[in-house]
């Protein structure tokens, strides 16, 4: 390359529903350099082809001109890596051969529980711990999942609980298709798994830009990260995820959910002065297997990657679905903290953190922006939402996704762009034009 | 380790179902009903013999819950002086022994039962199994039929009590069991000592901190108790500090809940190993380990009523731990005059102050003052006093001036409760009536200044604030005021020092989001065990995130 400044720069926001899919596009004198940011969704936009998946990737493709450059997978929910998984979408990433491969530490393969590699004898047990705990979860998301769907059978059952039990269990089952191919395009590629303050080495791959990573912070930095993995709560999970395993093989025969006792215990009906209670019992099953899998669904948000981004003199901030817990580390508890923050305050263009959700901006970290400002303010502060309403949360409880005063904040503060501004088929996406001339 | 316990006969149904509690044996993760277990046809229980034969017996799983969460009620009705009710519209508490797969077990207001979870694993774990778990829960149901409003948010004291006070219970009832303690100190060895003897030398509060308590935590966590958290093995870790409730990590409600435990099991040690030093005679005495286990046991037992007697001399609403220890100490007295036997009250005064508990009377025996205030009676009838709300509630209208109530508050007596207490030194009967009066009001963020309370930052002036405010009156067998034990709405009259509570209280409310959020009863207890199970909450560095939470995100 013989000019290996970028001249303009532009980010697209698939519309995919709920999930995430970003394409970041680096223009040079003479080329292009093109990074993909996550691609998944856990429900696609109503008016959607199921084909959608498959259609992005081919825009993809056409695009970048069939070459990736880098592919970030922030964490492995499935609204962020679930198209990476699939036959046709995925073959068509993977044909777009990425020089490179980015995801967070607790990705690494030799942390996987079965792969037992001396690699991982010699590992943190820590981190070992906080694997084995995600395995553990992913597999008690697999039976929730099922049990959504055995319960929005059972007369009388709220169709409301069941299908949210199912939801949030799709999204947080380990895809293993999807990982599995993000391991072999690293591997055909460079494989990265990054944690706080790792130099990512990419200036050959992308001249003029920075990545600081933020997020995740490792566990000996900041144990807090995983507080559900003390060994308490890892026997917990281990426990809860042979139930996960059981309940979504149901077919299984060594340990299928029959009845704890022999046929001579059960009954067939249910007595007349048990019937009120019978329901009750469901529905607090319910909500229990469902506040579990919010503690889960946290902890593999806090293990997302946050990547503050320079390119020229304009920097973005990429902070996947972290949250409080995660970013804690960057905005407080590091030796730089102050530094960062300085540094996260020049931010142009805001990929809002976890769709919007309630705790996926901290207000520190928000409030910092410099360039907050109405629509007259010179260079004012771009934010790129990736969502679809109704999915996630409830309004009652000030738990919707996107939170409605976070989406007030944003207005008022920022040029806010939405995915759920465009429903075309066409061209399911939004182009924000990132200037490189820095602004104010 | 199992024990055997007496109950009084009564004529159940299949289930059990007796008067106070229905076993209903529903799988919610299988979806299975189990059979109903029958009344026992002879007068004793046996658990079966072998490890396999009582994990595969449904019908005793059932006969153990009934048993033990009769017995503790019965605990409470001994103590309190007059039959107790749950804290449900009913009167029959379900406990569902095996309600679904998970390591989890809670009591649901909405329900109206207790949900008992069990662990399939290599060997099945039954949370129904465990004698401390089950007496816990039940202790939830009966603490919230005798204080509605401990559940409620108010400040981290109340959030960690209705916890504490379950386990506090739980392991009391426990250790009232005779042959557990026996059981328990069997490892204290003494060669030197006859068979059935050990020296008295060999019995310190330290060996007994190490066998008994430290024993009973190891025993639980080979148990139920490790899938859901042990709190006991937690609890006796505190070393007692008397600056700690102020210090962050405590704020945090699970720990906070732990010291008082701790100080509570504390407080029983020393008054054990301090009677042990006086049984026999001289320092190098033997002393018989029989007699020394009962002994344990006669206290765990005195001490179990006497933390079940307080939450008569406890505030409605808004409670605090120098509440309750007033409520313990004042209560105690009044029926249990004499205190030279095992001497609880002082061993409680003194090791609860070693965490930094004070009483709130402000006095130097912890009790609460007597009123000097005399409420006229014209027109009430001494006989409906003791039992009838809306003759109570006309009594105090017409006092409302000297008992400083709120006019242009919604007010009600939720509960006149008769109470016949026995003293133990002349047999004489204690007769009192329990009132509980509850004033709620609901204003605007505006009209807070009014009230001489400042608005927390952040919270939107057109937000509407409920304040709860409330007394406890406790009538002597004439209908005179005997204690006044309460945490009014903020008036006027408020001592600067209860108005900067009030403040706090706005402060934490706002803080938690119940401010505007409200608050789920049900859902509360059942994340509450979750958290704790999963140890949230351990560390300082917990605590901290736990406030980042609250104040990084978009409530």
């Known amino acids: 390359m013989t000019d290996p400044r970028p001249k303009s720069a532009q980010l697209r926001a698939y519309n995919v529903g709920f999930g995430d899919c970003l394409l970041l596009s680096i223009d040079y004198a003479a080329s292009a350099r093109h990074v993909l940011i996550d691609f998944g969704t856990s429900k696609l936009p109503a008016r959607a082809p199921a084909t959608r998946m498959l259609d992005v990737a081919k825009a993809i493709e056409q695009e970048t001109g069939g070459h990736l450059d880098l592919i970030v997978a922030t964490h492995r929910h499935s609204d ?37 590699t001396p690699a991982a004898a010699e590992s943190a047990q820590g981190r070992l711990a906080l694997s084995r705990t995600l395995h553990y979860m992913s597999a008690f998301a697999g039976g929730a999942a099922s049990e959504g769907r055995r319960l929005a059978a059972v007369a009388r059952f709220p169709k409301s609980v069941a299908s949210r039990l199912e939801f949030l269990g799709e999204t947080n089952i380990t895809n293993p298709a999807a990982v599995e191919r993000l391991m072999a395009m690293g591997r055909a590629g460079r494989p990265l798994h990054a944690s706080f303050g790792d130099d990512l080495g990419l200036d050959d791959l992308l001249p003029g830009v920075t990545i600081d990573v933020l997020g995740p912070p490792t566990l000996e930095d900041h144990p807090s990260i995983a507080r559900q993995t003390t060994e308490d709560a890892e026997q ?110 020049k931010t142009h263009v805001y990929k809002v953190g976890h769709h ?65 501004s465009t429903r075309s088929n066409k061209r399911p996406w939004i182009d924000v034009a990132v200037p490189l001339s820095g602004g104010r | 380790m199992t024990a055997q316990i007496s109950l009084p006969w009564e004529d159940l149904e299949p289930g059990p179902m007796g008067y106070a509690v229905y076993v209903v044996d529903y799988d919610a993760s299988t979806g299975t009903m189990y059979r109903q277990a029958e009344a026992p046809e002879e007068d004793t229980v046996t658990a079966p013999s072998s490890r396999r034969g009582l994990l595969a017996d449904p019908g005793y799983h059932a006969l153990n819950v009934y048993a033990i969460a009769m017995r503790t009620l019965l ?148 148990d139920a108790s490790s899938v859901r958290g042990n709190a006991l093995r937690r609890s006796v870790r505190i070393e007692p500090q008397r600056g700690m409730l102020a210090r962050a990590e405590f704020e945090e409600e699970h720990r906070r809940g732990e010291v008082l435990v701790a100080a509570v099991m504390r407080a029983f040690l020393s008054a054990w190993a301090a009677r042990i030093t006086r049984l026999g005679s001289g320092d190098g005495a033997f002393v018989d380990r029989k007699l020394v286990a009962e002994q344990g046991a006669d206290i765990a037992d005195l001490m179990l009523t006497m933390v079940i007697r307080a939450i008569d001399y406890t505030p409605p609403i808004h409670i605090t731990f120098g509440d309750f220890l007033s409520a313990l100490v004042t209560a105690d007295g009044e029926v249990r005059v004499d205190d030279s036997r095992y001497e609880l009250r002082r061993h409680l005064l003194a090791t609860m102050g070693q965490y930094g508990i004070v009483p709130a009377s402000g006095t130097k025996d912890g009790r609460w003052l007597r009123p ?45 409760r008769p109470s016949v207490r026995v003293s133990p030194e002349d047999g004489f009967q ?20 009014a009230h001489g309370l400042k608005a927390p930052d952040g919270l939107p002036t057109d937000a509407e604030v409920v304040l709860e405010g409330g007394s406890t009156l406790i009538l002597d067998e004439y209908g005179e005021l005997k204690f006044e034990v309460s945490n009014p709405l903020p008036s006027k009259r408020t001592s600067a020092a209860a108005q900067e509570r009030w403040q706090r209280r706005l402060e934490f409310l706002f803080k938690q989001g119940y401010l505007t959020r409200g608050f789920n009863r049900s859902v509360g207890l059942a994340s509450f065990h979750r958290e704790r199970m999963m140890a949230r909450g351990d560390t300082a560095a917990d605590r901290a995130l736990a406030i980042r939470l609250a104040e990084e995100g978009w409530t």
């Open chain 1, 80 to 116: 962020h890596i679930s198209g990476f998984g699939a036959a046709k979408s995925g073959d068509v990433i993977e044909s777009l051969q990425p020089a490179a491969v980015l995801q967070p530490w607790t990705e690494h393969p030799d942390l996987d529980p079965a792969a037992r």
């Open chain 1, 356 to 420: 919007g959700s309630l705790n996926g901006t901290p207000k520190t970290m928000w409030n910092d922006l410099a360039r907050r400002g109405d629509e007259q303010a010179p260079g004012r502060l771009i934010t790129v939402l990736s969502t679809a309403a109704g999915k996630h949360g409830d309004a009652r409880r000030n738990t919707e996704v996107p939170r409605r005063v976070l989406l007030e904040a944003l207005r008022a503060g920022s040029d806010a762009r939405t995915t759920q």
């Open chain 1, 236 to 345: 917990f999970w281990h426990l809860a995820g042979s139930w996960g395993l059981a309940a979504s093989e149901r077919s299984a025969t060594v340990h299928d959910l029959a009845p704890l006792f022999s046929t001579g215990h059960v009954l067939k009906r249910v007595p007349q002065a048990a019937k009120w209670l019978v329901p009750q019992i469901e529905r607090a099953y319910a909500e229990e297997v469902l506040s579990l899998l919010r503690v889960l669904d946290g902890v593999l948000n806090n293990t997302s990657l946050i990547l503050l981004m320079r390119i020229a003199d304009t920097t973005l901030l990429f902070p996947g679905d972290a949250q409080i817990e995660n970013w804690s580390y960057a905005l407080f508890d590091a030796p730089n903290a102050d530094q960062i923050r300085r540094r996260l305050a």
């Open chain 2, 75 to 222: 605990r409470f009705e001994f103590a309190l002086g007059r039959r107790v009710g749950w804290g449900i519209r009913g009167h029959q508490l379900k406990i569902v022994p095996h309600a679904f797969e998970e390591a989890n077990a809670y009591y649901s207001p909405d329900a109206e039962a207790l949900l008992l979870g069990y662990v399939r694993s290599k060997q099945p774990t039954f949370l129904c199994l465990s004698h401390d778990i089950v007496a816990h829960e039940a202790a939830h149901a009966l603490l919230d039929g005798l204080r509605d409003k401990f559940m409620a948010p108010s400040s981290p004291d109340q959030a960690a009590l209705h916890e504490a006070f379950a386990d506090i219970v739980a392991l009391l009832s426990v250790f009232s069991l005779p042959e557990v303690v026996g059981h328990l100190l069997a490892p204290v060895r003494d060669a030197t000592a006859p068979e059935g003897l050990v020296s008295k030398a060999k019995l310190t509060w330290e060996v007994l901190a190490d066998t008994a308590l430290l024993g009973l935590a190891e025993e639980m966590r080979d």
């Open chain 2, 372 to 416: 000097d205030k005399r409420l006229v009676r014209e027109g009430s009838h001494l006989g409906s006093l003791q039992t009838d709300p809306t003759e109570m509630f006309r009594h105090l209208w017409n006092n409302r001036s000297v008992l400083d109530l709120n006019a242009n508050a919604h007010t009600r007596v939720a509960s006149v």
């Open chain 2, 430 to 449: 204690v007769r009192e009536t329990v009132v509980e009066c509850v004033q709620y009001l609901k204003i605007t963020t505006s009209e807070l200044g």
